[in-house]
């Protein structure tokens, strides 16, 4: 899966697809600074990282919004 891919999923993903994807957010949110060993602020310098911090904050507005 590529990058672009996660934002299509995430664009065509049913209700259920999207609570996953807000249940790894809050996931994220609470851990990744735990567990991250790059430099300070590591997920906003990483393109992975922004990029599913991207996806994930587009499923949890397609939420909101259904």
Not at 52 to 65: F, N, P, W
């Amino acid at each position: 899966m590529e990058l672009g891919d996660i934002n299509n999923f995430v664009q065509n993903a049913n209700e259920e697809q999207l609570k996953a994807f807000g249940f790894l957010g809050q996931w994220m949110m609470e851990n990744v600074p735990k567990y991250c060993t790059c430099a300070s602020k590591c997920n906003q310098n990483c393109e992975i990282a922004k990029a599913l911090g991207g996806a994930l904050q587009a499923a949890g507005q397609r939420l909101q919004g259904q």
